[in-house]
């Protein structure tokens, strides 16, 4: 489980800032999530970066409950 969440939130990562990347460049069409979301028009940037952290905070989220499962 604990793979799982580390994969799902490196994923996030990536995807935001790819799509923070295809806002100010172009580039990375195909894997950004969030130009699919016709809701979010005006707010990618802001949508990208809520992303990103989201996915570093279910990475870390992983790493505590790792170390507390060890204890």
Known sequence: MKKALELI????VIDG????IHE???WF???VIVR??????G???FAN?????LGVVVITAANI???????
């Open 9 to 12: 939130g490196t994923l996030l």
């Open 17 to 20: 800032i790819a799509g923070i």
């Open 24 to 26: 100010f460049t172009g």
């Open 29 to 31: 069409k195909l894997w």
């Open 36 to 41: 699919y979301l016709d809701f979010l028009d």
């Open 43 to 45: 707010y990618e940037i």
């Open 49 to 53: 970066i809520v992303l990103a952290v």
């Open 65 to 71: 409950g790792k170390r507390a499962s060890s204890s």
